[in-house]
């Protein structure tokens, strides 16, 4: 077995009775989970704003070398296209920046329709390193942030690109642009709701061993309950 030195864990914290047994039996959904794992991912942080007590809270509620990934809100990336999003960076930043050294990585999700711009891109970007200290991760979904333009403008821009499963609007070998990796496992083929089999996992947990320490594999097949079993599996492969 390899050793664990990346985050592993899941897009949110629900526990269901049938993993229960994997988990302390007291304390807070939360609680129980940062017990077992030692990263989860922030995704309601995309569709409403949290207020600055409630991540205090979340921190509070962890181990010290437990790390939160935060979605950035739809409201900047899929309703205003990265254009114009000063005041509202503000407020998530006032926001998320609440986790404190508990905020390990700004997770940067484009929708589909989302062309690459370099200008706003590269504002966006550089906005978010003046106001956290912490990984900052892109899943785009547009062809045109997999060319060769793209590539470059996100390892300027210090940004890690999300390989992402099921692959979303490219094709051909991944090209990574940051030194820390960040994985995305919706499921596959069913989007959200496919468990992973254990050649699957084998496969990424012999990827994720290659990667820089401080690398990110989440787990967001949540919808019928795979996400922690699937994140439990491939934690067991690492030892």
């Known amino acids: 077995m390899t050793t664990l030195t990346s985050y592993i864990g899941c897009a949110g914290w629900s526990?269901?009775?049938a993993v229960a047994a994997s988990f302390p039996g007291a304390g807070s959904h939360l609680e129980r989970y940062a017990?077992?794992?030692?990263?989860?991912?922030?995704?309601?942080?995309f569709y409403r704003p949290h207020q600055p007590k409630t991540y205090e809270r979340w921190a509070a509620s962890t181990p010290a070398h437990f790390r939160f990934a935060v979605k950035l809100p739809k409201t900047i990336t899929h309703e205003a296209g990265l254009v114009g999003v000063d005041d509202a960076l503000a407020r998530f930043?006032?926001?998320?920046?609440?986790?404190?050294?508990?905020?390990?990585?700004i997770l940067v999700q484009l929708p589909p329709k989302l062309a690459l711009d370099p200008g706003p891109a590269r504002a966006l970007?550089?906005?978010l390193h003046r106001r956290f200290d912490c990984l900052l991760a892109c899943e785009a979904r547009h062809a045109s942030w997999f060319g060769d333009s793209a590539t470059?403008?996100?390892?300027?821009?210090?940004?890690?690109?999300?390989?992402?499963d099921p692959v979303v609007a490219y094709t051909g070998p991944f090209v990574?642009?940051?030194?820390?990796a960040y994985v995305r496992l919706h499921g596959s083929p069913r989007i959200?709701?496919?468990?992973?089999?254990?050649?699957?996992?084998?496969?990424?947990?012999?990827?994720?061993?290659?990667q820089a320490p401080g690398s990110w594999c989440i787990f967001d097949n949540t919808a019928s309950g795979a996400a922690v079993p699937d994140a439990l599996a491939l934690r067991a492969m690492f030892g």
């Open 93 to 105: 930043a006032g926001e998320a920046g609440a986790l404190g050294d508990k905020l390990g990585c």
């Open 15 to 17: 526990l269901s009775s």
């Open 35 to 45: 017990a077992v794992f030692d990263a989860v991912e922030i995704n309601s942080s």
């Open 152 to 164: 470059q403008l996100l390892r300027d821009a210090g940004v890690t690109r999300v390989l992402a």
């Open 125 to 127: 970007f550089a906005a």
């Open 192 to 210: 959200y709701y496919s468990a992973y089999a254990p050649q699957r996992l084998a496969d990424v947990h012999a990827w994720l061993a290659q």
């Open 176 to 180: 990574p642009t940051a030194p820390m």
